[in-house]
């Protein structure tokens, strides 16, 4: 039996007595306040073991991680097409970077980088009824919580700043990838983004990638090989140009954000999330990775 409590212990203790604990995004300017000394770990087993140190009860934004949801849900309404417009490889590039996307003739490498993000927007555009408020329903599903909601001051202040990601959604429109206007499908994409959940929200959210595709609540979200296909895209293209060094350090399929939340997972096993706003020279937050790398090296609970 693993002392879990004990564990997430130590690692909280040396996080916070951490000296370089990374940067806090500004390109988005609303984020740019947040405190670095924020940090919080948050731990559920699939036995249903539960732990949190720090700041796990805290919201914060967490931005690239809703890309996995986004996911989840456009693949639980088209299944397999969602292939048709978006592949499978890891990029090797920063997550906003563009040139393979022209490259590649608008099909962009994942549905992890913004423009492969900002495509499964554009089908959820579609296939939703109420985009917003369903996708923002269908997360509150997931964790049985209906205190999530979006900050419309973080995705307001990203649709001001947000010209790289203007970019990618023209370029995807020149290609003939969107199918619905650019400023619609942004508009869905910078509120997707914008939600504000604590480490404990996401480990929920998250439980049914851990669990064959079935939630908290044992309702199936997904089949067991779409979410095994998830959790590989996570695996090879969670951390863009830090994927391998995440699977190297770490060893676990997992998602980070701008807001400097990361969540991890090894199937039919545990989910863990946690919460740094500083972040490393490759958008990933830094006592993020430095905890999951001890949590796995003292758990032995790896993929690998
Ligand atoms: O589109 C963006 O730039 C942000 N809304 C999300 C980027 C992000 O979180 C990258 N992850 N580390």
């Known amino acids: 039996m693993q002392n879990y409590k004990a564990i997430l212990e130590e690692i909280y203790t040396d ?6 604990k990374g940067t806090v995004a500004s390109y988005i300017p609303e984020l740019a ?5 924020n940090f919080g770990i ?31 849900k456009a693949m639980a309404l088209i299944g397999e097409s969602v292939w048709e417009r978006v592949d499978v490889e890891p990029s090797g590039h920063p997550f906003n970077q563009l040139a393979l996307l022209e490259l590649e003739n608008g099909i962009p490498r994942n549905p992890l980088i913004n423009s492969g993000a900002i495509v499964i927007a554009d089908i959820l555009l579609t ?41 990618a959604a023209n370029l995807l429109k020149s290609f003939k990838n969107l199918t ?8 869905f994409y910078f509120h997707q983004c914008s939600l504000e ?24 979200h997904l089949t067991k090989t779409q979410a095994k296909r998830i959790n590989a895209i996570m695996l090879t ?45 490759k958008g990933n937050s830094k006592l993020g990775m430095l905890a999951l790398e001890q949590f796995t090296t003292k758990t032995k609970l790896s993929i690998f």
């Not at 996080?15 to 370089?20: L, T, V």
């Not at 948050?42 to 732990?51: A, F, N, P, Q, V």
């Not at 140190?53 to 986004?70: E, H, M, R, W, Y």
């Open 15 to 20: 996080g916070i007595n951490a000296i370089d």
């Open 33 to 37: 306040h947040i405190d670095k000394n």
């Open 42 to 72: 948050h731990l559920k087993t699939i036995d249903g073991i539960e732990y949190g140190v720090g700041d796990f009860n805290t919201p914060f934004s967490i931005q690239s991680i809703s890309k996995v949801l986004a996911l989840s």
């Open 127 to 167: 296939h939703l009824k109420n985009p917003k408020e369903d996708f923002l329903n269908y997360v509150r599903e997931l964790t049985g919580d209906t205190n999530i909601n979006y900050n419309l001051e973080v995705a307001q202040s990203e649709k001001n700043t947000g010209y790289k990601n203007f970019a």
């Open 180 to 187: 619905n206007p650019v400023d619609a499908v942004l508009e």
């Open 197 to 220: 959940m604590t480490c404990a929200q996401v480990s929920n959210a998250f439980f049914f990638l851990a669990n064959k595709g079935y939630c908290l609540t044992n309702t199936a």
């Open 237 to 281: 293209c969670g951390f863009y140009d830090e994927a391998g060094e995440f699977a190297f350090e770490v060893g676990l399929p997992g998602k980070s954000g701008v807001g400097g939340g990361i969540v991890a997972l090894l199937p039919d096993n545990y989910v863990i999330t946690t919460w740094s706003p500083g972040l490393n020279k």
